[in-house]
């Protein structure tokens, strides 16, 4: 042990990669013109939003896209982004962002429901519906099972080691049915709104073709930086340090075994 933390102290924090930094940035220019594209589109051609009106059920894609495509995919890039800092700041920043966007996409489910009630309308039987919900409860189940592994103290280190690639995967796939999602609701929106004149090439129907280029373009961006091998957060002596002393408290394991 005495030997790790004299390497730890001693050590210099790892180098970032020289491209990282801008396809970062440039993943980040991405998603907030994603955002604020998003908002344009319901301000020029759906009348803005608002709570107590017609315009409720604009909360819904504007949540949704800044929910659980943007901040889902920033808290993704956590781990890419904070490679020299503690690694359990690091697990509550990517916590924190998981709860913001799953409290945002809640904000955005209620708005729908309680649009479609008041307007006699049904729900839950369209494609987008279906997917929506899916990936609202794989993403707060995602969420709850990552913070027993992860944050909660307890869970053994081993059982910590073996579900790691499954949380790494899910959250991948996650992220990325909620970008397809989104692009079935805004296909939904189109059709639903503008008929025929979608083939017409319609201003709102261009602008609403670019806003779904921008959210493949996001997900690939970010899908990107997550599977470059050489650019993941390298394993530091402290963290080390704290697995051995973890694994030796919780399974009796003796570092020098290992």
């Not at 990282?20 to 051609?45: I, K």
């Not at 929910?67 to 697990?91: C, I, M, P, S």
């Amino acid at each position: 042990m005495s030997s790790v933390c004299l390497s730890m102290e001693g050590g210099a924090a790892a180098s970032t990669p020289a491209a990282l930094p801008y396809y970062v940035a440039f993943s980040q220019l991405l998603g907030l013109t994603l955002v604020a594209m998003t908002g344009a589109w319901l301000g020029l051609y759906r009348g803005g939003i608002a709570w107590e009106s017609d315009l409720q059920f604009n909360a819904h894609p504007l949540c949704m896209v800044i929910g659980l495509v943007f901040l889902q995919g920033d808290a993704l890039l956590v781990y890419r982004v904070f490679r020299n800092e503690a690694k359990r700041t690091t697990k509550v920043l990517h916590g924190l962002l998981h709860i913001f966007a799953l409290v945002i996409a809640l904000v955005g489910l209620v708005a729908v429901f309680d649009y479609h009630r008041k307007k006699g309308y049904a729900d839950l039987y369209s494609l987008h519906s279906w997917c929506g919900i899916l990936v609202f409860v794989l993403c707060f189940v995602q969420w709850l099972v990552g913070f027993s592994f992860f944050l909660f103290p307890g869970a053994p280190f081993s059982l910590r080691s073996r579900y790691r690639p499954q949380h790494i995967f899910f959250g991948a796939t996650i992220f990325l049915l909620s970008v397809g999602t989104a692009l079935l609701g805004l296909k939904e929106a189109l059709l639903f709104n503008l008929g025929d004149k979608y083939s017409a090439f319609e201003p709102e129907g261009v602008l609403a073709n670019v806003l779904g280029l921008l959210l493949a373009c996001f997900g690939g961006a970010v899908l990107y930086i997550l599977t470059r091998a050489d650019w993941k957060r390298p394993s530091q002596a402290e963290e080390q340090a704290l697995s051995m002393d973890f694994k030796t408290l919780t399974e009796g394991d003796s570092p020098g075994s290992q």
